[in-house]
């Protein structure tokens, strides 16, 4: 529209006839199509073919009447030409060259027969050198720049070639991850898995009373993999702690120390090696190694250690990082079902209730048995709707970074107890150490769907919560005073089904039996149960409500 009303200005200035104005007008009216249905396959090329149809017309018309150039004829054209790229401009945008190039093959031919057929003082007006040199000016201009449109497209089209989209290179990579994962041995990547083959490796070249594979968990902390050895070690996993491990993490290289790397430790003395796994240029784990004896870690003993953990960084960072995206998938996909749950059911739900509310208000005295039936009806959606928001905290419900497996366990616990009026017993004993993320995640899901189930079927009054993490050892155990199970077979109940793959997926081992005198217990336990005369760091509470 800007580009028509400063023609229509231009127009008046060259031909001071305001008789000339119908020819844009003309344009307008041609362009209109184009404006309204601008997808079109059809109506837009027409149009934009109408449209410099026109404008051949009317620069030909305007020409010969307009009062400016003198002695040099014809140069009134150039009023109503700049119009020309209009049409061209929008070809280029939709990237269709050549639309552009016919449309600006039908502007010359449509050009030079009408100055063909316009007389100027009894000549045509083609051949008037002003005409022809603001026609060919104007054409040329519009040439240039669909030419320019057109290399600056194959430009940014070669560059884009070069880099693949970010979901079709995360397809390709993840099918070779899938194919790579099916030919390792045992067709796993299971991070635990590989660190205790990789210390099983170890133990078989160098001397280890205790050993253990560490890895970072984020916060400045590292987390228990995989350990061997006759007691349950305390580990140092401060990477802030002036210690050899600290150390080894921070240099990438091999450190001995004359002192043992675990808060535990009683003395007498020791020989340790830790020895970082490197892969690249990243630090993914660290491998601690010691003996109750003096100068055990000579060079040809830490040489042939490290022979064993190079190629073994590669595979724990292999893991790693599949743990790592299977955790994305599943954290995205709970948000999903979260939101579509939130969004869909429970707000139609909220509306039935309203509509029930509105129903109830309405009736009349001799309606009773009607009202009765809403009232339940009422109730009934009710519980519908606690249920639906007890799934969505169950989906959201996350172990946060800095609080705990058990914590998560006991808040969850609480808010479930709280809403079915059950007493929940709490009894909960961590450690400062902290168990991988993966891990954390599925022992959280397993506490969460026993819970879920001694709510929904057992028709218990206390349920008893015990969490026990002691890396890489923890235990969970869930208890009611239910009516019990029937059937305890995983395989006759979905809800167990899950539980026991959660379990399977994290090496883990699921019971589930009766509780004396009433009730069921589900447990889960994973790796080797601790000593519990070691010394260590770790927090314990016990709590009922």
Known sequence: MVVLALVAVLTLLATHDDRQLWWIALLAVAGLPALLAPEHRLVGPLSRVAEVVVLGLAASQVGAVATIGGEIGGLGASAVLPYLAVPVTVTALRRRFREGAALLAVAGATLLVAGALTEVDGRPQLTQLGYLAVCAQWLILAALGLYAARTLHRVMQARNEGK??????????????????????????????ISEHLLEELRSVAPADRAAVLSASGGGRLVVL????????????????????????????????????ARSHRGGEVSALIVPLVAGVRTVGLVVLEADAAHAYPPPVVSRVTGLTGPAALRLEAAL???EVRSLATNEERQRLAREIHDGVAQELVMVGYGIDNALATVFDDAEETAEALRTLRGEVTRVIT??????????????????????????ARTVGASAGLRVHLSLDESTARLPAATEAELLRIAQEAVTNARKHAGASNLWVTCEVDPPYAQIEVSDDGQGMGDQRTDGHYGLAIMAERAERIRGRLEIRPRQPSGTTVAVVVGSSPRRDNVRGSTAAAEGE
Request: proline share 5%; charged share 25%.
């Open 321 to 323: 990082l599949f743990d």
């Open 226 to 261: 995989a350990q061997v050895g006759v007691d349950r070690v305390d580990w140092e996993t401060t990477l802030d702690a002036d210690s050899a491990i600290a150390d080894a993490w921070a240099s990438q290289q091999p450190q001995t120390a004359a002192r043992s790397q």
């Open 164 to 193: 693949p989209q970010p979901y079709a290179e995360a397809t390709r990579l993840l099918t070779q991850l899938r194919t790579v994962a099916r030919q390792l041995p045992g067709a796993t990547l299971d991070p635990g898995g």
């Open 387 to 412: 249920e639906l928001r007890l799934s969505l905290f169950e989906l959201r419900s996350e172990v946060d970074r800095h609080g705990g497996l058990a914590a998560a366990i006991a808040e969850y």
